[in-house]
Structure formats: structure tokens, C-alpha cells
């Protein structure tokens, strides 16, 4: 069964500081698709990044890097220079390319706030 | 420049007074998806269409039903709202099913009285 874990419920840090993200997934398949979304207090799921199983080849994207690791199941999203806007929840997600009756299965979040 | 609309972004309801949330898409996807999402919980997952065909999770009550009249437009329904309904109710919409990205709206918010 595939199953996303974000063990951090809350994180709280100091603007300009770099914070990471973790996110570990289980899953039975070889391929899938990893994703982060961003949910700001406005409500709407932003999406951030999707990272298929065979590429692990870390991104950067502006402040934004990801790091996939399958060796650990981990796919951890670091905030470089954190800023006041920065600050919402933020969602790991997976979605099973070869098997799985959902969808998109979220892990439970994260809740960053970057403080002035 | 808006790819996935929902209307209201705020809607008040009273106790079994049926209500009827909206969603449209210019992104001319082919899964449109409703999700529920109570306070500090992911997003639940309660229903989808691909295309005309209609997909409903197992847990998903029967008060929660969903309309598809065209690929732009994907409606929810609820027909005796109760107070454990109040909720953000999201859309979304993905060009296919398995592992394509899916894209948000911006949510209604429904308050049950």
C-alpha cells in the first residue's frame, strides 16, 4: 500500500533562515511519482514540483531544491533564504504509475512559518 | 489567466439545506477531481471523473453526490449538508489519471449553520 509520512507537523523559523522538508513514502511499485504542493492560508494547493521514480537527480528551482533519495524512500524539499511568504502548509504526495486505487495519496503536511 | 475556477469561494449553508459547489477548467484536462479538506488535514479525496466516467471512493458518503455535463464543468452536490460538512471542498483536474500532476482551484469554503 503506498503511504506518505511527513513527520514534521510544524516548523517555525527566522526569515533568511534555510529550513528543510522531510517526506518518506512507501510504496510497491518501481514506478511512480513523487510531488510537493504548497498551500498557502488563501487555501489553494500550489503545485511545486512532480519527480518521477527513475530520475534521482536533485532540482533546483530558485530557492527551492528537492532531494530524492530512494535508497531511504526520502524526497525532502529544503527553503534556502526562507521568507515571510514562504510561510504555509506544504504537502508531499505520491501517485503509483503500475498499481493503486487512489489517485494521489498526500502525506498530512507540514506547517512552516517563517518569522519576520 | 485562471486554468481552474471554483464558485463561491464561500458558501453558507444551513443544516439539510442542499447545496451545490462549482468547478470549470480552461485546461481542457480529462480527470476532473473533488476533494474535501477539513482543518489541518490533507485533502480527502471524494470523487473523480475521466472523462464521463464516474469514480467513487469507497468511503465517500452518499450525501455527496457529482455531476460532469461537459469536460469544462464539474459540479458538487450535497444534499443534506450537516455540520460535520463544513469544510474546504477543492477541485482539481489532470490531463490523465495515473501520475500526472494534478492542478488546483481555489477552494470553496462551506460553512454549515
Known amino acids: 500500500a503506498q503511504k506518505v509520512t511527513q513527520a514534521q507537523t510544524e516548523i517555525s523559523v527566522v526569515e533568511k533562515e534555510d529550513v528543510t522538508l522531510d517526506c518518506v513514502y512507501e510504496?510497491?511499485?518501481?514506478?511512480?511519482?513523487l510531488f510537493w504542493y504548497k498551500q498557502p492560508p488563501s487555501g489553494e494547493l500550489v503545485f511545486l514540483i512532480r519527480?518521477?521514480?527513475?530520475?534521482?537527480q536533485n532540482e533546483i528551482s530558485g530557492r527551492y531544491s528537492w532531494n530524492f533519495q530512494k535508497s531511504t524512500s526520502s524526497f525532502n524539499f529544503t527553503i534556502t533564504a526562507s521568507q515571510v511568504v514562504d510561510s504555509a502548509v506544504y504537502f508531499c504526495?505520491?501517485?503509483?504509475?503500475?498499481?493503486?486505487?487512489?489517485?494521489?495519496?498526500f502525506g498530512k503536511g507540514t506547517r512552516l512559518s517563517v518569522i519576520a | 489567466d485562471a486554468m481552474v475556477i471554483q464558485n463561491p469561494r464561500y458558501q453558507v449553508t444551513q443544516f439539510g439545506k442542499p447545496v451545490t459547489l462549482s468547478c470549470s477548467q480552461t485546461l481542457n484536462h480529462n480527470v476532473m477531481y473533488w476533494y474535501q479538506q477539513k482543518s489541518s488535514q490533507a485533502p480527502k479525496l471524494l470523487f473523480h471523473?475521466?472523462?464521463?466516467?464516474?469514480?467513487n471512493e469507497a468511503d465517500t458518503p452518499d450525501n455527496f453526490q457529482s455531476r460532469r455535463p461537459n469536460t469544462s464543468f464539474c459540479f458538487l452536490d450535497i444534499r443534506s449538508p450537516g455540520l460535520g460538512d463544513a469544510a474546504m471542498y477543492l477541485c482539481a483536474t489532470s490531463r490523465d489519471m495515473r501520475a500526472d500532476t494534478q492542478y488546483f482551484g481555489p477552494g470553496t469554503r462551506l460553512t454549515v449553520l
Open positions: 510504496t510497491r511499485d518501481t514506478t511512480y511519482y
Open positions: 519527480r518521477n521514480s527513475f530520475d534521482e
Open positions: 504526495a505520491l501517485s503509483e504509475a503500475d498499481s493503486g486505487n487512489t489517485p494521489l495519496v
Open positions: 471523473y475521466y472523462d464521463k466516467d464516474f469514480n
